[in-house]
């Protein structure tokens, strides 16, 4: 991690030039008191000091999680704002699993949607000012698919897709995130006693290891590639019907 400090730099020039080449004004990312959006914030800070904002976007979620979200933009002196995403998340599940024959997952069905209502919010205000929307996935959430597609994986950029776990606590330290930040233990807040790791049953460590060509336990290296390839679709645009016959239109040219 020794390079960390440069990559800083590379990190904020490429978030302003985003900002410079698609004619937009700023940058906002959904504060949710871990790590990882905590990095991103202190980046689009130091990339758009003038046009940053965090949201933060509490759904059911634990105070604690709350208060840690603004202990990182008022430490950084990030420009936020905080809307309580729960009426408009308990306003559509129940009616929507009163439509279905059954409940089926429902802990996933409540979950993911959390993650789309923020990504709306999200968007909503980005809309608004004129901003690109930042997501916050590691390389270890984007291989596994350790995200909601049209959620949190709903974005405009991904700074920290090609950093793993420790990398990014090491880019925390340097940044200037709150300790406690740092050593906060991975969780998406969706239950109680709920973590990461315990959610993709394998531990950072053995992700970051497996994806720097390390050799880790077998059984936690096929579970990693069993992911991955459930996963593919959420690291694709929408799978498009080709036409085996006629013309079809000029998709995606000028």
């Not at 290296?221 to 459930?230: S, T, V």
């Amino acid at each position: 991690m020794a390079n960390l400090g440069e990559l800083i730099g590379e990190l904020v020039a490429w978030l302003r030039g985003q900002v410079d080449q698609t004619g937009t004004k700023g940058l906002i990312v959904g504060v949710s008191g871990g790590l990882d959006s905590a990095v991103v914030a202190a980046l689009i800070k130091r990339a758009m000091p003038d046009g940053s904002m965090g949201l933060i976007l509490p759904c059911h979620s634990a105070p604690e999680d709350v208060l840690d979200a603004r202990l990182v933009c008022e430490t950084l002196d990030l420009t936020y704002g905080e809307l309580d995403l729960t009426p408009a998340h308990q306003a559509i599940l129940e009616p929507t699993l009163r439509l279905l024959p059954e409940e089926g997952e429902r802990r996933s069905a409540d979950a993911n949607l959390r993650a789309r209502l923020r990504m709306c919010a999200l968007y909503t205000a980005a809309n608004a000012l004129g901003y690109l929307v930042v997501g916050t996935d590691n390389a270890a959430e984007y291989w596994t698919g350790y995200f909601t597609k049209y959620g949190d994986g709903g974005c405009d950029l991904l700074p920290l897709a090609q950093f793993t776990k420790e990398e990014v606590r090491g880019l925390a330290g340097l940044l200037g995130v709150p300790d406690r930040i740092i050593h906060k233990t991975p969780s998406a807040g969706l239950w109680p006693g709920q973590t990461d790791e315990g959610e993709l049953g394998v531990s950072y460590a053995d992700i970051d290891g497996y994806l720097q060509g390390r050799t880790i336990p077998e059984e936690a290296a096929a579970k990693l590639l069993r992911l991955h390839r459930q996963t593919e679709h959420k690291r694709r645009t929408p799978t498009i019907f080709q036409r085996p016959w006629g013309k079809p239109p000029r998709l995606g040219l000028a």
